[in-house]
């Protein structure tokens, strides 16, 4: 018996019960998706007049485990700066229960082909655009040095530790630690603005005209420039080829420049250092996302992350092959690391 989705039908039905006739309220409601997190999606169809139906999404989110007022404050914000995010029709922080307008099924992710990236890239560019522009009243929670640390400890923990069993010498503890400092400094002298969190093309919806939705947003915080536009162009579900991701982070850099509340942080920035910053930003990234998959598998029994966890170390041999400062990270990736995870999955051809 699943008591929470049934406790959530009840809640819908109440909540619709005051605008619909009570025979015509949904019965069920039909799974929509689950995700990283406690949230699981469900669809609520019900009919308005003689044979029109609509639908809204009804949110299970446990209170205990998931911040539903930041949800729903940063969606209210994000709105007003002109993103496209799901409105919030009704909550219930105490059962942590919420009904959202329904931006439909359709993810960027399974569109991205070779013939039709650049558009949806743009258009994703555009939207990240308002996103950055998101301006609170009561301010994010920073992205600091103590949020970037405990991210990149999930490889170490999770990662190497957990999923790859490997033993760690104090050598390669210290040499582990003074790569993550590197990174964290990196990360905190860019320009600070709004930040999705996780801008990436399994949290893009691609709705009629060419307008793109955005979810899973309730994370925001005020950090690094670079962060989003990483999570798009280094996706850690797709991947394309190096020279096309830096023509297209130099893309977004000029719409940046050409933007009124951006122009001036990055007035004496080139392109050499913001691609230095893209580079090291993604690899403090993608050391965070392949611990995470490898949690999500060991902590939560969400085994299916697994598969992306090549590609996103193979993301991290490229972004620390040129760095001084990342030199022995990228040896004991190659020699150690990428070894481990071949034969941990052999079925992948991300280091193909």
């Not at 799901?86 to 919420?98: I, L």
């Not at 082909?113 to 009243?137: G, H, I, N, P």
């Not at 600091?144 to 957990?162: G, T």
């Not at 490997?166 to 905190?188: C, G, P, S, Y």
């Amino acid at each position: 018996m699943d008591h929470r989705r049934d406790e959530l039908t009840l809640w819908v039905q109440g909540c619709l019960g005051r605008k619909v006739a009570k025979e015509k309220l949904p019965q069920t409601l039909d799974v929509v998706s689950g995700d990283a997190s406690f949230r699981r999606y469900f669809r609520a169809r019900f009919e308005i007049a003689e044979g029109l139906f609509t639908s809204l999404i009804a949110v299970d989110a446990p209170p205990e485990k998931e911040n539903n007022p930041a949800f729903v404050e940063i969606a209210k914000v994000m709105d007003a700066f002109g993103v496209n995010v799901p409105e919030v029709f009704e909550v219930d922080y105490d059962r942590g229960f919420m009904l959202l307008s329904d931006l439909g099924d359709q993810l960027m992710l399974p569109l991205l082909k070779a013939d039709t990236v650049d558009k949806y890239y743009q258009l994703a560019m555009d939207t990240l655009l308002a996103v950055q522009r998101s301006s609170f009243e009561e301010s994010l929670p920073e992205y600091d040095e103590a949020l970037l640390q405990s991210e990149m400890a999930l490889f170490s923990d999770w990662l190497l530790l957990r999923h790859l069993g490997l033993v760690l010498t104090d050598a390669d503890r210290e040499m582990l630690k003074k790569a993550f400092v590197f990174l964290a400094d990196q990360a905190l002298s860019q320009p600070q603005v709004t930040v999705h969190r996780d801008f990436h093309s399994r949290n893009l919806m691609c709705l009629p005209g060419d307008e793109i939705g955005v979810i899973d947003f309730q994370d925001a915080v005020h950090g690094p420039i670079t962060y989003d536009i990483v999570s798009l162009l280094k996706d850690c579900y797709c991947q394309w080829p190096q020279q096309q991701v830096e023509k297209w982070a130099l893309t977004f850099l000029s719409l940046l420049r050409n933007s009124p509340e951006h122009d001036q942080a990055l007035k004496s920035v080139d392109d050499k250092q913001y691609l230095q910053w893209f580079s090291t930003m993604a690899a403090q990234r993608h050391l965070k996302a392949a611990g995470i998959f490898a949690r999500l598998c060991h902590r939560d029994g969400k085994a299916g992350y697994l598969a992306d966890i090549p590609r996103t170390v193979s993301y991290l041999v490229e972004e620390t092959r040129l760095s001084p400062e990342l030199f022995d990270l990228h040896t004991m990736l190659v020699e150690i690391i990428v070894p481990a995870i071949k034969h941990k999955h052999p079925e992948s051809e991300a280091f193909a």
